[in-house]
Every structure is written in structure tokens, then in C-alpha cells.
């Protein structure tokens, strides 16, 4: 398969200079992001270079982290401006449910803006006799990466229960790829951007095969909550994979705070959104990032007023 697009720094910085915004009274802003490794960090610096071409004044700076739920701490704390976050966590979040039920919803929380798809990707060894997803019944499993909501869902729509499944991996199985080719796991379910080092590898060393969901499990999951969107694994994207799988993603969404100073929120949207063609550029997950839906797609909780403010002027919202 083709290389992946990288964050070189010529193209970084050709994507910085097509930013021309007018500047703004502020200090800085810091955005968190994700492990260095990660999508999360480079689309963060990218974000940031663009915000800082077009206000010379403000000082961005992304911050390292674990992920949507020390975001959503440090946006509750007040120590970032901005953080990127899965939408069915800020879903969780906001409403105070599973891994926030104790913290009883964070009300503070706006909605920013949507960036890339995390499509829900059924991975199974090439030779496998799970052929689609109402063979799982009876299985071994790995849904380390999807949420409970899903899964919950899933097993509604089937009638199953989690005793009809002899193993469950929630997180512990430290190589779900090499499991998946030794017949120790029969199926991997996990939300991720595409291209994944786990799928792979699945795909070199057996064979491995992306499933589509079926439509009936498509529509009610993106019917019972925002967070969720129709999506596709591409297709030609690893070897034997050749045609698009449909599936549901979450999205990766932009969160911050309702103290957060209006004109500072607009800035942003406006550097993020007036410059998607040469987001689009920087890696195959943003290849299908538009801007109307970068307004809509994921944002559960309620907007921002900045944001609000552009979309509004772009005709999108009324």
C-alpha cells in the first residue's frame, strides 16, 4: 500500500502560511492533544500553526496528554482553552454518564468543532469463519476499543447476553493483532483512524479481513445519540481490502469551555475551518473532512458562542 502522508516540515509549513486571519487581543491558548505518537499531537501543531499564522499576537501551544478524558479534566480545570476528544466522551461528559456518572455531567462543556472520523472497524483472520457481525455469538472477542454503548446496542439488536461470549477483552490483551492470527480472539471491534499499525499487521500475518456493519445496527446507533455518524473504512487502504466497509464512527471534536472568551473561539473555528483543503492533506484520516459538517457531525454538547457566531455567518446554522 501507498505510504501514509506524514507532517513533514516543508508541508507543515506550507499548510501555516495559507492562514490569514485578522488578529486578536489574547495571550495564548493551549490546545490538549494526545501522545506525541499519536493523530491526536501532529493534527494539534497543525491547528495551533494555523491559529498563530493569523494572530501574530497570540501564542499557541499543544499540550501532550492521554487522551479525551485528561482533556475533558483539564478543560473542566480550566488549564487548557481547547482539547480533542472522542464525541461519545463528550457525550459522556457532559450528561455525566459511565465513566463520569460520579462526577455528575459537566455542564461548562462547548462544543468547538468536528474534525475526523474514528470508524468502528470489525477486524477478523483471513481464513476466519466469522463471516459477519451476527456470527459473534458464542466467540472470543476484543472490544477493548468501543464503548459500552455500542456494545450494549449490539447485543440488543441480537438478543445476546455477555455469557454468550466464553472471552471478553476489555483492554487486556496487550497484541490483539498477533491474538487475532493465533486463533486466540476471533474478532477485534475498535473505533480508530485509518491507517492503524493493528490492522496492519493483522492483514500481513493472516490475512485479515474488515467487515461492514450491518445497516440495521448502522441506523440505530446513529439514531439513538449524536455522537455516532454513518461512516466507511476506505477502501485500498490494506492489501485484500479493496472496496469500502461500511460502518459508524465517532468523531474527533473540539471541546472547550463556556468561559472561554467568544472572540477567541471564533478565531479558532475560523483557522480551522477556512483552511480544511490543506488539513485534507496532512494525513488519510482527514482526507474526508468538509467544512458544513465540521459544524453538525458529533458535537453534542452545546455550541460555543464563538462557534455559533461563525457558523452563523457562514449560513449554516440559524
Known sequence: MPAPKLFTSALFSAFVAMSALPAMAADKITIGAGARQGLYYPTGEALCGLFENGNKDVKCRVKASKGGAANLRDINRGKIEFGMVPS??????????????????????????????????????????????????????????ITPEVFDEIRAVYGWEISDFPFIDIGRTRDRAGALCKGELDAILFHVAHPTGLV????????????????????????????????????????????????????????????VAEDTVYAFVKSTIENTKALRRLHPAHDRIRERAMARDGLVAPLHPGAARYYRERGWIR
Open 88 to 145: 461519545d466522551w463528550a457525550g459522556w461528559a457532559y450528561d455525566g454518564r459511565f465513566k463520569f456518572k460520579a462526577s455528575g455531567g459537566d455542564k461548562s462543556l462547548r462544543s468547538v468543532v468536528s474534525l475526523f472520523d474514528m470508524p468502528l472497524t470489525f477486524l477478523v483472520a483471513g481464513e476466519s469463519e466469522v463471516k459477519q457481525l451476527s456470527d459473534l455469538k458464542g466467540k472470543r472477542i476484543s472490544i477493548a476499543g
Open 200 to 259: 496492519q499487521k493483522a492483514v500481513q500475518t493472516c490475512k485479515a479481513k474488515v467487515l461492514p456493519l450491518p445497516s440495521s445496527i448502522i441506523n440505530r446507533l446513529t439514531k439513538s445519540s449524536k455522537a455516532f455518524v454513518k461512516s466507511s473504512v476506505p477502501g485500498g487502504m490494506y492489501a485484500g481490502n479493496g472496496a469500502p466497509v461500511q460502518t459508524i464512527a465517532t468523531k474527533v471534536v473540539i471541546l472547550s469551555r463556556a468561559a
